[in-house]
């Protein structure tokens, strides 16, 4: 990324650029401690009680959504993750 690039050129008000262009542009830099930075907030809202156990249909009713969206956002999120089903999301999300 162009603006790590900067940073690491010593360039502070080049990649504080970049990184400002990208944030306008939808790009959100994700933070390597949090693994929910990289996912958008209806991603997140999803995620955290998949991984405690909670059902589609009941996040489903919480949010006022279809299940079927819930399964949507909850495939979007494993690649981003790293996980491949809700069974992993426990251990990723400690």
């Known amino acids: ?16 650029r970049a990184r400002a262009e990208l944030h306008a542009a939808g ?3 994700a933070s390597r401690a949090d693994p929910l930075s990289q996912l958008t907030s209806q991603e ?5 009680p998949a991984a405690a156990g909670v059902s589609n249909r009941e996040i489903a009713s919480q949010l006022f959504i279809s ?14 993750l790293g996980v491949a ?3 992993e999301l426990h251990t ?3």
């Open 27 to 29: 790009e959100h830099s």
């Open 92 to 94: 990723v999300l400690r």
């Open 1 to 16: 990324m162009a603006a790590e690039l900067f940073e690491h050129l010593g360039a502070a008000a080049w990649a504080t």
């Open 44 to 48: 997140r809202r999803i995620v955290r």
């Open 67 to 80: 299940p079927r969206t819930v399964e949507y956002h909850l495939y979007k999120a494993y690649p981003k």
């Open 85 to 87: 089903s809700r069974h």
